[in-house]
């Protein structure tokens, strides 16, 4: 503390002694100082945020953060509120504490509505009660779908009726808020149709509403009605077979020519007709004695004349034959495929171009394949996607030249972008460490010029020190010395200095 006081002290001598304009000068190069070190200092501890939760209803935003400062965990709020971001390295350490605290919830409120049951609550009230419940608990659960940021179910259950034609089936309108827009599929939506249908006696799907933050309806109209639920399932069924098919094909040619270097379309007509047949068929040729039947008959004929009488045998045989039998029964189920139509367009290669008129804009030479090759690739799509000429399919391969125009800007797009980030961190850090260099440069000056003024201080003080020295020795020089002092009082008084002399000489 003694040399910091010290050194306190110098450094407001030599302020003192500085003029007006070097005191400006060293104020403002001691704020600068301190004001990128301040900076600086924030820049290199500056935490990065990410996101915690978004798409928070702001009543739950604001839940969150009064959670979050009670847990002395530093946030930041955006999105108008809706978003809540936490430092890197707090986000699981906030979503653990949340989650034990049970938050974020959802704002629907479920069964935990009788948490509480108050006792002179009536038979109405309970009914509204058991309605908002169920109500919450569905938005709950559709809330857990990954495509789903939010829900409300409207449910509308009729009262009970005496007589079953005066009663009203229960309805339901449910309104989600998507991830992103069209992002349901249609067994998607009839997966949430179902879902509220099985959860509410006596619901049926055709009596669910769906209706998306944009106001779409996702329920076809017509959902009731067994012909369109049919036609529907049939159209996603030859759409899906498409795509599979499609999906092989393009896979097996990728590989062979590049990736965006094919494309294959099948279109296909399905067989969605269910048919039985009995088939009962007779062979004659093949037949086998099945039973048979003898029967002998032996009789005696009389008449009037001697000898006349003679005696006779009757023999019958019935014999039953088995003709072989064959009974066939055959069922063809629905959903095979009638025909399909492929289509393949496939793209050339390329080579350096020997001239320009040749060259396209990157230098190179389109070469459309040759008709040994197409049919090479041909046979490759057909054995994939099952071809087969008996059943009177078709099918067309052809070699274009693709217009990657648009790719070629994205992937510009993509390298300007990919240069931009890496010079936005170049410029990030190089800023960091010119002021790091900056600040230590000053203080280095303004180090050195203050040692400057303490070494020259202390050269002053001694010098100053050495002048007083030599003063001294030369005023100790002028003063008279014993000897000269016994000497001159011997001249003076010889007789005196004699007695002195004898009476020291007496007393040794």
């Known amino acids: 503390m003694e040399a910091l006081s010290k050194y306190i002290e110098q450094f407001k001598e030599w302020f003192s002694e500085q003029d007006q304009n070097r005191k400006l000068l ?9 004001g990128i070190i301040v900076v600086s200092s924030i820049w290199m501890f500056s935490k990065d945020y990410t996101y915690l939760y978004t798409n928070l209803d702001p009543v739950m935003a604001g839940k969150v953060t009064a959670e979050l400062d009670n847990e002395n965990i530093p946030y930041q709020v955006s999105n108008s509120g809706t978003a809540v971001m936490v430092a890197d390295e707090a986000l699981y350490d906030a979503r653990i504490k949340l989650a034990s605290k049970g938050l974020p919830n959802s704002k629907a409120v479920g069964f935990e509505i009788f948490d509480n049951t108050n006792l002179g609550m009536t038979d109405y009230v309970q009914k509204i009660n058991y309605r908002r419940a169920l109500e919450g ?21 009729p009262e009970h009726r005496l007589f079953e034609k005066d009663q009203q089936p229960p309805t339901a309108s449910i309104l989600v808020n998507l991830k992103h827009e069209g992002a349901l599929t249609k067994g998607q939506v009839r997966g949430v149709s179902h879902l509220v249908a099985s959860s509410v006696e006596g619901m049926s799907a055709k009596n669910i509403t769906i209706v998306d933050q944009f106001g779409n309806l996702l329920t076809p109209e017509n959902a009731g009605s067994s012909v369109v639920m049919a036609s529907s399932r049939q159209i996603e069924l030859r759409s899906e077979v498409e795509k599979y098919l499609e999906s092989k094909a393009s896979n097996l040619l990728e590989n062979v020519v590049g990736r965006n270097n094919a494309i294959v379309k099948v279109s296909l007509e399905l067989d969605f007709d269910r048919v039985e047949k009995n088939i009962e068929s007779y062979d004659p040729d093949a037949t086998v004695i099945r039973s048979e039947e003898r029967t002998t008959e032996e009789g005696t004929n009389l008449s009037g004349e001697p000898g006349g009488n003679s005696s006779s045998t009757i023999e019958s045989s019935v014999t039953n034959y088995e003709v072989s039998k064959s009974m066939e029964r055959i069922v063809k189920q629905s959903g095979s495929i009638k025909n399909l139509s492929v289509a393949v367009m496939v793209n050339g290669s390329y080579a350096p171009a020997e001239n320009n008129e040749e060259a396209d804009e990157n230098g190179m030479k389109y070469i459309p394949r040759s008709q040994g090759e197409l049919d090479q690739l041909g046979n490759i799509v057909k054995r994939a996607v099952g071809f087969r000429t008996d059943r009177g399919d078709q099918f067309q391969i052809e070699s274009m030249q693709f217009d990657n125009s648009e790719e070629i800007i994205r992937q510009k797009e993509l390298d300007v972008l990919k240069w931009q980030r890496w010079l936005s961190l170049f410029f990030y850090y190089a800023v960091r460490i010119a002021i790091i260099g900056v ?3 000053i203080a280095r000056r303004l180090l050195r010029r203050y040692q400057a003024y303490l070494q020259a201080r202390r050269e002053e003080q001694r010098r100053a020190k050495e002048e007083q020295d030599a003063s001294e020795l030369a005023n100790e020089a002028r003063k008279p010395k014993l000897i000269d002092k016994i000497k001159y009082a011997a001249d003076e008084n010889p007789e005196e200095m004699a007695r002195v002399i004898r009476t020291i000489m007496t007393e040794e």
């Not at 060293?26 to 301190?34: M, Q």
């Not at 608990?137 to 449910?155: A, G, P």
Request: charged share 20%; no cysteine.
């Open 439 to 441: 600040v230590f440069i």
């Open 26 to 34: 060293v104020i403002v190069g001691a704020a600068a100082v301190l």
């Open 137 to 157: 608990e569905l938005s709950k659960s559709i809330d857990e779908l990954e495509f789903v940021n939010d829900t409300r179910v409207h449910l509308v259950i």
